[in-house]
Every structure is written in structure tokens, then in C-alpha cells.
């Protein structure tokens, strides 16, 4: 039918590294869009040779270590031929009722921008509660108004070369889609453990930065009064500063925000972040304790330097 087939004048910008196990499911949920970017980081896997396939154009983006990374990298760099920029993760899709919103949306002379809500899966199970239930991100926009925050945390290693919890400044209006995108990871807990080692090192850098009242700006900013993202960056301002945050995380996940109601999914998801959390309270500690840098060695100036007789 020419309605499964019609093209929708968008272009969909996708960081990858080694996703051949999300890829095609992914790509297959953006057959709408008239135009598709993946922007790989040197994947050693099919990748590359998969996103050709469905007809994405592949673009290579070397890391450099500073500002920007990815995402910022392409919105500057890449020639879209569309106004509108829908930015979408390798594991996620975007589901037909979508698409058919995003469509009616971008021919809207009143936004500038949308929030999409995500619905994220965790071994078969969406994980609606716990407070992962709504998950607003700023995904749809026009590009040359829209660009990432950039939270200072530059000079940490082994954070990857991906923006992946900041978030779309924006220069205009933004209004928010009814319909869900959907957050499904194909990979096993192996990953999601690794991806959240890098993500605790950049948390960390976070952290130290909000204990620190580091300037803001450059950044969404936090406020109570503001909007979702917003408030949720307020409240991570308080957050950093209380104890046993741990055993808090798991208590808020599990029982205050009910996400036992998420069966054995939800218990695992919920110890998982303790973890996480604990992680990220360690790497603060590191980075505190050797002034700003993390996994180095005590330096001679603070480690007697042994005599050598003879």
C-alpha cells in the first residue's frame, strides 16, 4: 500500500558502534523516513555492511577526546536535506502510530522541537514503574535549533564518544508526542553491565560537578518549576548530596515507585541500579581523592620517592 510506503521528509541521524545484534530491527522500524544517517565509530562487526543494506548512509566519526562528541559532531557536520531531525538509538524503534503523529507534527508552524517518551524493555519486560515510566527525551527537532548540553566532562576516560544522557538545548518552542518510542536492547546483561562501567565513569565526572556547583552554563539547566527534564535535573542536585545512596536508589526504584509491580524483571533492574549507583559513589571518591582524574597512580608528590644506595 502506498501508506506503508510513503516517505516522510525527515532525516534520522543514528550513533553506532558494534550494533549488528540491534540494527536491523532498528533500521526496520524507520522505513518512513526519507532519510537515514549512521554516523559509526570504526565498528568491528557487520554494522556497516547491515545499515548499507537498508540504505543508510554511513559516515565515520573519530573521536578526538573533547567537546564535541557524536551527536553534536553530526548536527554540525552533516549535509541533511531535511529541516526536521529525528534522532533515534540502535536499540530503539519507532512504531507506526509514530510515525503517523511525527508526520502531522513537523507540519506544525508552532514547535520548533518534541519530546518522544520512551517505553524501555528489560529481559522481555517493559518496565513501567520504578519511575523509568515516562522517559522524556527531546528527540524530534529542527536541526539548526537544537544541540546537546555540554556538562564539562571532558578528560574523564572510558566514557565512549557518544552523548548518551544529556540533553537537546533547544532555540524555540517544543511540544511533546502522545505515542511511544520503544527502548529494546537485542544484547545480553554482559552489555548493559558494560555500557553502564562507561556511563558510572561520566555520571562520576557529573556528580563531582553538582557537588562542586560548577557552572551551568551551556547546559537545560535545573530548575522545580521548569519542565520535566528540568525538575529531574533539580532533583539530581539534591541527590548527590545524600548518604547510603545505594540502598536509597533501591528503596525508591523498588518499593516508592513501585517497581516490584515489575515482577522478577523489575527486582533485577532495581539491584542493578543499586549498583550502579555504588559505582558511580566510588568513582566519585577516585576522582575526589586524585584531584579530578580518574584511574591513575599516586604521583611522586604524594608517594615518597625511594632512595636508591649504593
Known sequence: MAFATSKIPISVLIPAKNEEANLPACLESLSRADEVFVVDSQSSDRSVEIAEQYGATV???HFDGRWPKKKNWSLENLPFRH???LIVDCDERIPPELWEEIEAAIQNADYDGYYLNRKVFFLGTWIRHGGRYPDWNLRLFKHKKGRYENLKTEGIRNTGDNEVHEHVILSGVSGYLKNDMLHIDFRDIYHWLERHNR???WEARVYLNLLNSK?????IGASLLGDAVQRKRFL???WVRLPFKPTLRFVLFYIIQLGF???KAGYIYGRLLS???YQIGVKVYELQKFKGQLNISQT???MPTPSIEG
Open 215 to 219: 557552572d551551568e552554563s551551556g547546559t
Open 236 to 238: 539530581k542536585k539534591l
Open 199 to 201: 556511563y558510572s565513569n
Open 261 to 263: 509491580l515489575d515482577g
Open 59 to 61: 559516515v565515520q566519526f
Open 83 to 85: 529541516e526536521w531531525v
Open 300 to 302: 611522586s608528590s604524594v
Open 275 to 277: 549498583q550502579y549507583e
